[in-house]
Structure formats: C-alpha cells, structure tokens
C-alpha cells in the first residue's frame, strides 16, 4: 500500500518513466504483433490435402536446416505405394512446380509466382480447383489454365517455359491459378519429388493418416498436416515476408534496447532527485532492504501501468504499420491482423521487467544513503564515479572498439548489424563515462561568456560542475537520438556510395539482358545471346559426412575457363567450409535427386561475379530442367539482342547504378522508419527527462528568485542549462558512431575494390540535433514557467 501511496502522490516524478515504458511497450507490441501476423499460412492450392510428405532437409554452410533434399524417382516409388496404402488415404499426388508463363500479344502476362505456376494435373486436386470447361490435359502440347486469362477451350496459347516460348492447346479451364499439363510432361521439367500430396477419403482423420505417413516414410522425410502444410510457401512470398521480418526485428532490437536504454537513465535520475527524502525515511527507522524494495516496487508498478498502456496503444497503432509495410511492398499478399496473446504477454513482461532491472542499480544506491543527507542537499552527493560504473563504462567501450574493428573484417550479411551492435555498444559506454566529461566540457563551452559580466554562464557551469551525474542522465537520450541518427544515415549513405561504385568498375563497357516481366532468362534468349556470362544457378546438397548434407548455390557456367565436365571451381572459403582441397572428388546431389561425384578443379580467392561453387552449364541444365538463367552480360564488341519477349537490353554500368538506386529507395524507407523510431523515442525520453530535472529544481529557481531574478532571467538560465547538455549529448552521439562508420567503410572498400570513405548525412544529423534541442528546450522551459508562476501565485 505504501508503494502505490508513493506512485499516487508523487505522480509526477514518475511520469517521464511511465511515458516511456508506454511509448517502448507501444511499439513492441506493435512490431510482434505484425510479425505474428505475417506467420506462412497454408497456400490455397494445399486446402484439399489432407498431410504432405516431405523429403528431409539439409543444412547451409552455417549449420542451419535450409532446402529438404528431392528423392529421384527410383526412392519415391516405394513410398508412393506405401502411402497409397495408409488406412484414410484416397490418393496421392506428386505436387511439382515449375515455370510456366502465358505470352499474350508479345508479351509476359504479369505473374509474381510464375516461376512455380506450373503443374502437373494431379495437383489441381490438392485444392481442390475444380474443372470448369473442357478436360484433363493428356499430351505433351496440351495445357488447362485458369479461367481468368479468358482462353478459350480449344484455342491455342504460347506459354513460357524454361526452353523458351512453345505452343500449347487450351483444353480446360480451372477456377484457380497455375498451369496445369500433364503428369508425364511435368516430370519432365522438375523430375525430383520435392512434395507427396495425401488426400484422405472422406470423414478419414488428417493426424492418424500423418502418423500412419510417417511410418511409412521410416526416417526419409518428415509428415505435416494441419497448419503445419504452410512450410510450402512460393518463393516471392518468402521473399517479402524475408524482407518484413529483417526491418520488424530491426525495429524490435532498436526499441529494446531504446527502452532499456531510456528507462533505465530516468528511474536513475527520478531515484537521485530523491536522496533526501530517502535519507529521512532511513532518518525515521527505514532499513537499507526496505528502501530498496520500495524503489522496486514502486518501479515495478510504473513498469505494468505503462505496459498496460502500451499495449493498448500499440495495438490501435498496429493497422498503421501494417499500411506502412503494405507500401513498401514487404508484407505476404491478403496479410490480416490477428492479435493473439503471447505478443501481449511478451510486451508486458518486457515492460516490467525493463523498468525493475532499470530500478535496481538506482536502488542499490539509494539503499546506501546515511540518515544524515536527510539534511543536505539532494545534488551534494550528484559528482563523481563509483567503481562500478567505472568499470562497466570501460568494459562497453572496450568491448565497443572491438565491434568498431570487427565491422571492417565480418562478412558483408553482418556488417550491418556489426556496426549497429558496436554503436548500441559505445552509446551505453557514452551514458556511462559520461559524468566523466560533463564537467570539463561545460567548463570549456562557458568560458568564452564568463568574461561578460552576467550571472547566467557561472551558474550553468556551476550546474554542470557540480551536478555532473544528474547531467549525465540527462546527456543520456541526446546520445541514443543523435547517435542512431547519425550511423543509420551513415550506413545508407555510406552503401549509396560504394555499392555502385564497385558494381560499376566490375561491368564497364558490358551490355546485360535482363528478363522484363519474366522471374529469369529462358534458354531461348540465351541463344539469341551466345556470347557473355550467362550463370544458370541451381540449389545442390554436397555429401560432407555420413549421411549429411549441406546445401549450396551453385552456378552453371558457359565460361571456358571453368566450364569443364566432370569439375568443379570452388571459392577459397566454400572449399574451407567443406574441407575440401584441389584434386579432391566431392559427390553433388541436384535438384533431381541424382549424385555426380566432381572433382575439385581448383580452389580461388573468392569472387561474387564468378561463384563460390562453379561447374559446367550443361551439367546443371541436365539435373535441373527447371532453372532459369541469370542477367547475361555481353562483352563490349559482341551484339546482345532482346529480340525474345520478356527481356530487355541496358548499358552495364547505367544499369547497375540504376539498379542499385531501385534497391536504395526500399533501404531508404527502411532507414527512415528506423530512425524516426530510435529518434522519435528518444526525443519524447529527452523532453521527460528535461521537465523532470526542471521540476526537481524548483526549490533552486525559488531561491534565485527572492534573491532577485527576474522570470526571464530564470527562463533564460534554464534554456541555457538545457543547451548545454543537448550540445554535449550531441557530441558524444556523433563521436560513438564514427568508429563503426569507419569500420563499415573500410569493409566497403575491400568488399567492392574501390575506394570508399567515411559519408555522413548532415541533414538527418542536423533535423535530429535541432528536433532534440528544440523538444529539449521547450519541455525544460515550460516546466520551469509553470513552476515560476505557480510560485508567484
């Protein structure tokens, strides 16, 4: 009771700390609650089956489970017949997916999922998508479609595969998407069984038919059902939801650590504002133990009252940021809102939990104040470093200087969160060692004034001097704004220039031909342009170990250099990863599920353009019919020709710059809502910050008044105080970031052979000084007028 009589009377001591337990609650929610929301939902084309067997799974080079291994016809005909015999089973369907395309009037009817819309008959059953008009496709050149591409039955339609543009009759029509030929002309174009579709007779349950299914299969795969049927997702939407997770768990991670950030800097400064008080209560009987459960718990309820809240907010903000997502393209197709209790449940743990562990360091303190500072002044005791503090300041930024350095050498995918690890790392060092130089810098900014004769620079500096931790709480925020504004502006800025700068210098003079509407280069149009780097990429499975797989990218080349039968070209890491050394024989499963053991032709310095994993073109068109061909890059002197439809010519270089200038409108948006997270939260944390100092120091602009100052003047001192720290946390927030940057730039340079320096985005920088100092000035300076009327009053 005595704790929420504590939280009811002073109210307003705590306000700033339950305003930013809300506002950081607020926004996880938000995030988790989109996040569980964009979860794979079972694709419509898999309602009717009952359960999918599937093939087992194999791991990427970093051990993590990735692409299930197809089974080659020999393994999957043994279990088709032991499936077709569980007890419940009606049928099974081989589910393939392949490329497939309508070309009408010259050109690709616009498709996202065109490179699995086509399929063999039997997969319209899974749905089940029921036949409209017509019949079932029996030969090689006939084809059902959907009905909404308005093709009549009987007509004919040129539909692009992986061979290129071919002719087909329309012999049905279907009231679902796809392309759906016959089964014998679908094994052709993927003959791997990557799917075994299960559709039960009628009343038959779907989980005893799973368990009945994983019998059978005996260890050579896994059995789903239920929800569980949503692994199987089209590539493009696993790509946007790819994209959606990456910036939710961006802004996750930075509204984390903002709020642990934040919070924990306000309870220290409302728990400093507070020694005499405390130091009466030990004055009147209080134990240490009591003075530090009372800090606790009264945290602990500011910490649920603001979670409640946040929550609350955060889930009518939710809508707002699923529109935001939906713009950027980011988000899978038809995603509806749904608001389950564990993102509640999470939010509120991390809001209390947040603002206890932020409460305890201030409790530890204030646990140690003697009966006898009920008499002294709150702020008399506000200088100096413990020992602690000191060393966990020098342990953040030591363990900060290591990020800095180990953003130049991580690889490329962890640069990025390298760099923003390090600056979260050196901002906390910031917060920390920050009464270390409140002082010195206060003493050098003011002294250029004190020499006019007013009051006000003695008194601001005499603040700072004297009350050199009660600033550094304050100094606190200004860091976070500043700081994540400058390196996220940084880290764009930075990538705009080296990114184009060294795809530039690798293709000049090049001519590349790119699909246009299609997901990729048909054979077709790589003959029309025999000349040039045209990769064929596949996904093959390399045996490391006994009965372990590991997944790779591997390009199929027409390059002489490394276009031999029977070898394979690895990258020096890749080689690493496999332990494997030139002249060595390493056997590789392709999409078809056959074995090919290769022999390690030679083992080179890593190369992006080339491979990491590079054997000959024909080798992969033969185990993967399906696969589609990269951009081609035709040589300055050869004739590159879009005469195929669904492909287009450029200029290398102009394509390149502007390719990248596509992708940095996305990483634009992307950064800008990040920033105006990790900065917008941390203005709101500045302004509370500063009304609360204000109103702790009523008693001091009382003083100063009756010895005459005037309320401009006291306004005027305020502002002043206010400055100076906003000026101070902008500098350190600035400097936290450039060895990050630095490293990130260095890294750059070596990734794209070019020369890529430090960039700095002066405008975000400058909007997030000035918004801070202006939100900062404006919070201090109307507390302290309320306060002085009041008062006069």
């Known amino acids: 009771m005595l704790i929420l009589a504590n ?26 609650v989109v996040y569980d929301s964009s979860r794979p939902t079972v694709q419509p084309r898999y309602a009717g089956a009952a359960a999918l067997s599937l093939p087992r799974q194999a791991l990427d080079a970093d051990g993590s489970p990735e692409d299930r291994i197809p089974w080659n016809e020999e393994e999957a005909a043994p279990l088709l017949t032991g499936l077709d015999a569980v007890p419940g089973v009606a049928s099974v369907v081989v589910d393939r997916s392949f490329y497939a395309q309508a070309i009408i009037g010259g050109k690709p009817v616009t498709d996202e999922g065109a490179i699995e819309s086509g399929h063999g008959w039997d997969s319209a059953r899974m749905a089940p998508y029921r036949l409209l008009s017509g019949r079932a496709p029996s030969g090689d050149r006939e084809v059902v479609v959907d009905r909404a591409l308005n093709a009549a039955v009987g007509s004919e339609l040129t539909v692009n595969i992986t061979r290129g543009r071919e002719r087909f009759t329309v012999v049905g029509t279907v009231d679902g998407p796809g392309y759906y030929f016959s089964e014998a002309f679908a094994a052709e174009q993927q003959p791997g069984v990557r799917a075994i579709a299960l559709i039960a007779d009628e009343g038959a349950s779907a989980s005893a038919i799973a368990s009945g299914a994983q019998k059978v299969l005996a260890g050579k795969g896994t059995v789903v059902s239920g929800d569980g049927r949503s692994e199987l997702q089209p590539a493009y939407i696993e790509h946007k939801r790819f994209l959606g997770v990456q910036l939710i768990s961006a802004m996750t991670i930075l509204g984390l650590f ?10 220290v400064l409302a728990t400093g504002m507070r020694r005499r008080e405390i130091g009466l209560l030990r004055t009147i009987g209080a134990g240490p133990d009591q003075v530090r459960r009372m800090i606790l718990g009264e945290a602990a309820v500011v910490g649920a009252l603001g979670s409640i809240a946040g929550c609350l907010a955060g889930v009518a903000a939710t809508p707002l940021l699923r529109g935001i997502l939906n713009d950027l393209d980011v988000t899978p197709p038809n995603m509806e809102i749904t608001v389950s209790a564990w993102p509640l449940l999470t939010a509120t743990v991390i809001g209390v939990g947040v603002s206890v562990i932020g409460a305890w360091a201030a409790g530890r303190k204030a646990a140690k104040v003697a009966p006898i500072e009920a008499l002294l002044d709150s702020r008399s005791v506000n200088n100096g470093m413990g020992r602690g503090r000191w060393i966990a300041g020098l342990a953040c930024l030591g363990t900060g200087a290591v990020l800095a350095i180990g953003t130049a050498t991580t690889a490329a995918d962890n640069r990025i969160n390298m760099a923003i690890f390090a600056t979260m790392t050196l901002i906390v060092a910031a917060a920390l060692l920050a009464p270390v130089v409140v002082g010195p810098i206060g003493r050098a900014l003011t002294a250029p004034f004190q020499r006019g004769g007013s009051a006000a620079p003695v008194l601001i500096r005499a603040e700072l001097v004297a009350s050199s931790r009660r600033a550094a709480s304050l100094v606190a925020p200004v860091i976070a704004a500043v700081g994540f504004a400058v390196l996220l502006s940084g880290i764009v800025e930075t990538m705009r220039v080296a990114y184009p700068a060294g795809e530039a210098l690798k293709v000049a003079g090049q001519t590349i031909v790119t699909p246009a509407g299609t997901p990729g280069n048909t054979d077709e149009v790589v003959a029309a342009n025999p000349v040039g780097k045209a990769a064929l990429p596949t996904r093959a499975f390399v045996s490391t170990a006994a009965d372990r797989h590991t997944v790779l990218d591997v390009l199929g080349t027409r390059d002489q250099r490394w276009n031999r039968q029977g070898e394979a070209v690895l990258g020096e890491r890749t080689a690493k990863v496999l332990g494997l050394t030139q002249g060595g024989h390493v056997p590789v499963r392709f999409a078809d599920g056959a074995s090919v053991t290769l022999k390690v032709g030679a083992v080179l310095p890593d190369d992006p353009a080339r491979g990491d994993f590079v054997v000959a073109r024909d080798l992969v068109r033969a185990h993967d ?38 992708d940095s409108k996305l990483t634009d948006s992307l950064a800008d809502m990040l920033i105006f997270i990790a900065v917008g939260y941390s203005v709101i944390a500045v302004a509370n910050s500063m ?71 002066t405008g975000a920088i400058t909007l997030a000084i000035v918004g801070t100092l202006l939100t900062a000035v404006t919070a201090g300076a109307a507390v302290t007028w309320k306060t002085m009327r009041k008062q006069t009053a």
């Open 7 to 32: 939280v009811r009377e002073r109210w307003s001591g705590f306000l700033g700390a339950f305003v930013a337990v809300l506002v950081g609650v607020a926004l996880i929610t938000t995030t988790l």
């Open 258 to 267: 903002t709020t642990v950030f934040v919070v924990a800097s306000m309870l």
């Open 625 to 662: 019919p399906a696969a589609l061909t990269d951009d081609i890059f035709v040589p300055a002197g050869a004739k590159a020709s879009d005469a195929v439809p669904g492909t287009a010519l450029h200029d290398a270089t102009e394509y390149a710059l502007a390719d990248y200038t596509t």
């Open 691 to 761: 009304a609360m100092a204000a109103h702790g120091r009523r008693r001091d602009f009382a003083v100063m008044k009756s010895a005459g100052g005037t309320v401009r003047q006291l306004l005027l001192l305020s502002v002043g105080e206010t400055t100076m720290v906003v000026i101070v946390g902008a500098t350190l927030g600035v400097l936290v970031t450039l060895p990050p940057l630095a490293g990130m730039a260095s890294g750059l340079s070596q990734a794209t052979s070019s020369d890529v320096g430090l960039h700095l985005n």
